[in-house]
């Protein structure tokens, strides 16, 4: 996926899988280490508030994952405080509730590459 970086790349299979939150940090660092993952919440926050805004992923809360099925989507400031919470981020043995993501409406945007610019035409001589 060459038109999206590594980092949102990421964000987009992990949605896909409608993985955890955390699940998301533990991928990108290929670590099981939590103080690690959380130097990443900056990072993941700011791609998954951006595109939660475009319509490419959706952040939702449930009772279990995946968090989407039986759960209510997260939106606006609501969205903006869960994100910059390192909690939300975290693993947790038995949670009463689970952060997931989920792909969004206009998930085709990034799913596909963009259509390149046709090639200029040649000077007539």
């Known amino acids: 996926m060459y038109w999206i970086t590594e980092e949102e790349e990421y964000v987009y299979w992990n949605s896909r899988e409608s993985s955890s939150l955390w699940a998301l940090l533990a991928d990108w660092s290929e670590s099981e280490d939590e103080e690690e993952w959380e130097r990443h919440v900056p990072l993941f926050s700011d791609i998954v508030s951006r595109w939660c805004r475009k319509g490419y992923i959706d952040v939702y809360e449930g009772p279990e994952p995946p968090a989407w099925m039986d759960g209510r989507r997260i939106t606006g400031a609501e969205l903006d405080r869960l994100l910059a919470d390192p909690a939300a981020w975290r693993y947790r043995e038995h949670p009463d509730s689970v952060f997931g993501l989920a792909l969004g409406e206009n998930v085709r945007e990034i799913a596909e590459p963009p259509e390149e610019p046709e ?7």
Do not use: H
């Open 119 to 125: 090639a200029l035409a040649a000077p007539a001589r």
